[in-house]
């Protein structure tokens, strides 16, 4: 579920704009050579405008056209071209090698805030809510150099440029073109932000809920279609997309009148300025080839001015995005890990004591839960479905929080530990594997970089995966295909004790590692296991009984509790244990 976000209208975008600062000089560049680039704009059609006038003028007597000097103003025309043409350039490599490295910055910002919030925090948001904010949020940011920042301070350059130009040869003419052309700039697009924002927040929500309901739904596509249920969730899906687009609708009316009005406003500021250097050339000493300048720089100066309504509208949206990014990296981890192992651990034991794990739920899945592994014990923990196997493993990986309770490692706490100690001692196979887009070799060297193709090939043939592999076309180096398809489960789940056995960890942690196996295979796994984690710690969950005398102990729990404890040839000679019981349903 989506946690609620910010409100666009007070988010701080002064942190996100602090991102800049590394790159702040590229930027810099950025914003100058586009300015450069739109004053030549400014200059190439204001020139033109006078040249033009000019020429006519000069060309009513044989006199003044004689003296017309053609060369320097068709000079400052091509010189002007040139400077736009090369501005436009280097403007465009230096703002989006700004850009990109903004990018980047800020993945990396978001990706180190996220980093420390374990697997089970991040479960709050949903993987499709988490998508988004990585990869449409962190982009949005990203334009708010681009298209807010540097949009806006060109504008205002011009503007203020065009007023100079003007007002060199009239103070007042000058001084009004340069207010009416921040008014015709910024009123509309004001006015559209009072009456637009609201409807731009409403058309973020709801094209974020769209995305992540689409992305929820299509890797369930197969479901869906074996229940009938794709019609139905399709229709579905199409009225949130008809009411998006219809928030997008109303949006685009408010902007399009927005531009509309600051189109009406260049208009009237045209004629107006064209009016008054009229009166001025006939009361004043203004020469009339000036009068095409003035009309010609205003519109030339409204190139940058038109930018405007775009970088406001865009400011709603990246607000929004900040806010939702501001959510995510404000978060403060709960687990916390100290920056150095504050002791070693002396020996691979593990010794749980009075463990007690609440959920923000209420639900207790672990209560007074204590359990002592000594170093190199192998110990299988069986119960029935929900009572608290996988939640002990999340604990002892520090995914979890207790309540109550501690964990030692070799006698010391998991909480005094620095994350790649605590990391290094565990090697864990979890219920569900995942499989990289990478080749199978790297798949399994995860843990264990420096294991060779020869310890790879032995160990999956001890696992029983040979004949697998010599069916893939390129043995260790095909690639799965997305989350490990292509692979069975009981395949997919031998790859993923294969990858934890590689690991040199002290202590193995696997979570059910003969579900889905036939009797044989699941037999042969365990003989495996046993053999690679010979003097490790080995701590097993699972639902079957049958190849657990191998093991030194089991357990059994339920509720959150350890019921029964004991090495299995002593359980199963008591025949009212809870073993026996199972072993007796087996064999029945
Ligand atoms: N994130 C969570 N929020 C709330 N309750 C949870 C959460 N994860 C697990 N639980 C609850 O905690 C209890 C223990 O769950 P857990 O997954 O540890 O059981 P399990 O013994 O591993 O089950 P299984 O054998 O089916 O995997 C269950 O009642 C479960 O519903």
């Known amino acids: 579920m989506s946690a609620p976000s910010a409100d666009p209208a007070r988010v701080d975008l002064r942190p996100w704009l602090g991102q800049m600062r590394p790159f702040a000089w590229l930027m810099a560049l950025g914003i100058l050579l586009n300015l450069i680039a739109l004053a030549s704009s400014v200059g190439l059609i204001a020139l033109s405008g006078w040249f033009l006038s000019a020429a006519a003028v000069a060309g009513t007597s044989a006199a003044t056209a004689a003296t017309f000097n053609f060369l320097l103003p068709s000079a400052g025309v091509r010189g002007f071209a040139i400077t736009r043409t090369a501005g436009r350039y280097g403007e465009r490599v230096a703002s989006h090698e700004g850009t990109l490295k903004l990018l980047s910055r800020l993945r990396w910002h978001l990706y180190r805030a996220i980093e420390p919030l374990s697997p089970t925090a991040l479960q709050h948001y949903g993987s499709s809510d988490l998508m988004a904010r990585l990869t449409a949020d962190v982009d949005a940011l990203d334009n708010l150099y681009l298209r807010v920042v540097t949009p806006s301070i060109v504008a205002l350059g011009i503007i203020v440029l065009c007023g100079v130009i003007i007002g060199v040869f009239a103070p007042p003419i000058g001084l009004f073109a340069a207010v009416a052309l921040a008014i015709s700039g910024t009123l509309g697009p004001w006015l559209a932000w009072r009456r637009g924002h609201h409807l731009s927040h409403r058309w973020q929500v709801l094209n974020t809920h769209l995305r992540a309901r689409l992305l929820e739904r299509l890797p369930a596509l197969s479901e869906l279609l074996l229940y009938e249920r794709w019609q139905p969730e399709t229709e579905s899906l199409l009225k949130d997309q008809q009411e998006r687009d219809a928030h997008e609708l109303a949006l685009a009316g408010v902007w399009g009148r927005s531009q509309l ?195 790879l090939h032995q160990l999956l043939q001890a696992l029983d995966l040979s004949d697998w592999l010599s069916d893939q076309p390129e043995g260790l180096d095909s690639y799965p295909d997305e989350g490990g398809s292509s692979l069975s489960g009981g395949q997919l789940k031998r790859f993923g004790i294969a990858r934890a056995l590689l690991t040199h960890a002290p202590i193995l942690l696997l979570d059910e590692p003969t579900e889905g196996l036939d009797e044989q295979t699941a037999r042969r796994v365990l003989s495996t296991i046993r053999t690679h984690a010979k003097g490790r710690t080995l701590l097993m969950i699972t639902h079957h009984v049958s190849g657990l005398d191998q093991l030194d102990r089991i357990g059994i729990m339920d509720e959150g509790h350890l019921l029964e404890i004991g090495p299995p040839q002593q359980l199963l000679e008591d025949i009212d244990s809870r073993f026996s019981a199972l072993q007796q349903q087996i064999v029945l």
């Open 261 to 455: 009005l600051s189109q009406i406003l260049l208009g009237i500021t045209i004629t107006v300025v064209l009016a008054m250097a009229a009166w001025w050339s006939l009361h004043r000493n203004l020469s009339p080839t000036l009068i095409a300048l003035m009309g010609l720089s205003i519109m030339g100066a409204f190139e940058a001015v038109a930018m405007l309504p775009q970088a406001w509208q865009n400011l709603g949206r990246i607000q929004r995005a900040a806010g939702r990014l501001e959510e995510l990296t404000t978060r403060v981890p709960s687990i916390c890990f100290p920056a150095e192992s504050l002791d070693k651990p002396n020996d691979n034991g593990l010794d749980i004591r009075e463990l007690e794990v609440r959920f923000d739920d209420g639900t207790t899945a672990l209560s007074n839960f204590s359990l002592t592994l000594a170093p190199g014990e192998h110990f299988a923990l069986l119960g029935p479905s929900g009572g608290g196997k996988t939640t002990l493993l999340n604990t002892l990986v520090r995914f979890l929080s207790p309540t109550h309770g501690r964990i030692l490692l070799g006698g010391v706490s998991i909480d005094a530990l620095d994350e790649p100690t605590l990391r290094a001692s565990m090697g864990i196979a979890p219920q569900d594997t995942h499989l990289f887009v990478a080749s199978y070799r790297d798949n399994l060297k995860l843990g264990n970089p420096e294991a060779g193709d020869d310890e």
